[in-house]
């Protein structure tokens, strides 16, 4: 039997009109890999956030190594052994590692010492780094690296990672597992949180499951399937979405020979990209995060102008063309980041669905605002997207990440677009609510809409696409019939190596 390394009893933090954690209770071993999984809102986040010491308990207590644990801020936590690796990196791209290493530090060492320490801890641990990179060169999974090794240089006794494989290849989700399981054989524990369960299952000793704020379940999660550990989060039996045959139509979208300039410094250009979107046909896109991702949603959308011919919708050109126009002619988008890009923080839901909508629902005539339709608009969308929310009035910027991300989806396919580009779709989600999702782009292409899916997630892109592509360096792979397809293959090609599939298969 391990030692108890953190045990949690009782805790509670409310907000107003919600309770987000109520009376949890649990505990982490030593070298003990730990799941916490619930759906959103169920309480995930302000739980770990009173662990590290951003957020203080109303109730209960914790102890580490038997000793009281209340940090009133992450530095304290830190100092007590405690780490953190966020789902949203916190590094400077103009920063090379070490500079950004020693940003997270409390008393970093001279930088020459410091990039010492960096080489010798990411090879021990698999995670090589090159200290005097700059951070805006490096890929999504170095970048994610650097958080690690940073966490590391600590000697961490407990080490949070939130959605941690979100960004990763499948290749590069074994480095990460093998250096997660080497960090708990030396007595290092982890408390992972991901949505993925069969990560969960293949990964962790033990599993916590909230819901609703409270602690539904302790188990083995290697002793529970994946749909089994689905219906502890959420209560009720998940099922797939429907994929049934349907027929293609004409080309609604066509991309032909385009190579465009990133507007981001440290962003990726595009290099020749072409491909042809049907009515009725699902695309998946994978890729690594860094590899032109942003820059093709940006194109497709409008937000980044393209010589006009080479970008056709519905048989007309529209490179020239901004987001408004496109909507207006039935091309609708969701770009990656919701909060500021895809909604604007400080506005409510209703002024958020304003902003899209207003040319496809006819939401202003002759310079003014229907806000009754409006408010309507916004209201559809959270009924039918359950979207977590008081009502319509409440800012964006006040919703958890998975109920905004329901919300900017379902806005988007509420105007029921002729196409629809995506990029993340389920991205930070609860299982019921990527269902939801992915069952909403199925519908939509059953109606005859083209459909772009751009995700990280594989299994996702294997679930809803009917054709699949990859990019990779800002180029994208030949378009390939999606059934058949691996995970390991698709891994080879988000990795660049697609060709080695079109060579095999012209020499069969």
Not at 116 to 130: K, Q, T
Not at 272 to 287: K, N, P, Q
Not at 310 to 319: N, S, W
Not at 433 to 445: C, E, F, N, S, V
Request: proline share 6%; with cysteine; hydrophobic share 40%.
């Amino acid at each position: 039997m391990r030692a108890t390394l953190l045990r949690l009893e009782g805790l509670t933090k409310a907000y107003p009109g919600v309770v987000a954690n109520d009376d949890v209770s649990f505990q982490i071993a030593e070298g003990q890999v730990h799941a916490l999984l619930g759906e959103n809102g169920a309480g995930k986040s302000t739980l770990v956030k009173m662990i590290y010491g951003l957020v203080q308990p109303d109730k209960g207590q914790m102890t580490l190594r038997g000793q009281p644990f209340a940090p009133s801020q992450p530095s304290e936590a830190r100092r007590n052994g405690v780490a953190m690796v966020f789902q949203h990196f916190s590094l400077f791209d103009a920063l090379d590692v070490a500079e950004n290493v020693a940003l997270g530090m409390e008393n970093p060492p001279p930088l020459r010492d410091l990039a010492a320490r960096i080489r010798s801890v990411s090879e021990e641990y698999g995670l090589p780094l090159d200290p005097s990179r700059l951070v805006g060169e490096l890929s999504a999974g170095e970048r994610q690296r650097v958080e690690i090794v940073r966490c590391l240089l600590q000697e961490p006794k407990l080490l949070i990672m939130d959605e941690p494989t979100s960004v990763l290849t499948p290749q590069e989700v074994e480095i990460l597992f093998r250096t997660l399981r080497q960090l708990s054989a030396e007595g290092t524990a982890i408390l992972y949180i991901s949505h993925k369960l069969e990560e969960i299952r293949a990964l962790c000793d033990e599993a916590t499951i909230l819901r609703g704020g409270k602690k539904v379940a302790t188990c083995d999660p290697r002793q529970k399937s994946a749909s089994e550990l689905a219906e502890l989060m959420v209560g009720q039996v998940l099922t797939p979405p429907e994929k049934p045959p349907r027929p293609m139509g004409d080309v609604v979208l066509q991309v032909e020979n385009l190579s465009l300039r990133s507007n981001n410094p440290f962003g990726t250009s595009l290099k020749d990209i072409s491909f042809s979107l049907r009515a009725g046909e699902v695309l998946g896109i994978a890729g690594v995060a860094g590899n032109g991702q942003d820059e093709l949603l940006l194109m497709l959308s409008g937000e980044l102008l393209a010589p006009s011919a080479q970008v056709t919708l519905k048989g007309l050109p529209v490179g020239h063309l901004g987001p408004n126009a496109r909507r207006q002619i039935g091309l609708a988008s969701a770009p990656e980041e919701r909060l500021g890009h895809a909604a604007a923080p400080d506005m409510s839901l209703t002024e958020n669905a304003l902003l899209s909508g207003v040319a496809r629902k006819g939401l202003a005539r002759r310079g003014f605002i229907d806000w009754p339709g409006t408010e309507r608009f916004a209201q559809e969308v959270i009924t039918r997207f359950d979207v977590r929310t008081p009502g319509t009035h409440v800012l964006a910027r006040a919703l958890s990440g998975g109920n905004l991300q329901k919300f900017v989806i379902g806005r988007e396919i509420e105007l029921n677009p002729d196409v629809i580009v995506v990029n993340q779709p389920t991205w930070g989600v609860d299982a019921s609510a990527a269902a939801t999702i992915r069952q909403a782009l199925l519908d939509l292409a059953g109606k005859g809409a083209g459909v772009v899916v751009i995700s990280q997630d594989l299994d996702e892109l294997l679930e809803v696409a009917d054709s699949f592509a990859a990019l990779n360096e800002g180029r994208l792979s030949r378009v390939r019939p999606a059934k058949g397809l691996t995970v390991e293959e698709i891994g080879l090609m988000m990795g660049g190596a697609g060709d080695m599939h079109v060579a095999h298969e012209a020499s069969a």
